[in-house]
């Protein structure tokens, strides 16, 4: 008996962060200026997949006009989740062409709604809630940043 009681000892005070799904170190990402049809906004890139898959999640405010532009390597049908996001956001969805195809309104922490882009599409877009519609974007619109972020 007494094996395992040093065996749990060793183990909480070797790991005493176990178990605590909150607290995630930051990832670092490049920031670009990119823009929406003429509205500016100051995203991170997440094109790596660690990057993709992290996404906001844990972070606890996004500034005005700041957002994360997700790149995929090949274009396809996306879908993203609120999973550990703890504040409101809006995603866009883009073509190869940079062509608005989808925006929603996402509510932070979902777990079972699914956000589904409706075609193929290269890029997603996160902004703060309501950023899309009160900038009056909508299907159709066009991104707009450098070419060496520009997806295959």
Do not use: C
């Not at 003429?38 to 972070?59: C, D, K, W, Y």
């Not at 996306?78 to 195809?101: C, E, G, H, Q």
């Amino acid at each position: 008996m007494k094996p395992s009681v040093f065996a749990v000892i060793f183990f909480l005070l070797l790991f005493p962060a176990a178990g605590r799904g909150e607290y995630q170190s930051p990832i670092y990402l490049e920031k670009a200026v990119i823009y929406v049809n003429e509205h500016p906004l100051v995203v991170e890139i997440a094109n790596t997949e660690p990057s993709r898959q992290r996404g906001l999640m844990f972070r606890k405010k996004l500034p005005e006009n700041e957002g994360m532009l997700f790149i995929f390597p090949s274009e396809d049908y996306l879908t993203f989740w609120m999973k550990n996001t703890l504040i409101p956001l809006s995603i866009a969805y883009f073509n190869k062409d940079k062509r608005m195809v989808d925006t929603y309104e996402m509510e932070p922490n979902q777990t079972k709604t699914l956000y589904h882009s409706s075609e193929k599409v290269l890029y997603a877009l996160e902004a703060n809630k309501g950023w899309f519609a009160k900038k009056g974007l909508g299907r159709f619109a066009v991104l707009k940043m450098e070419s060496r972020f520009i997806g295959k």
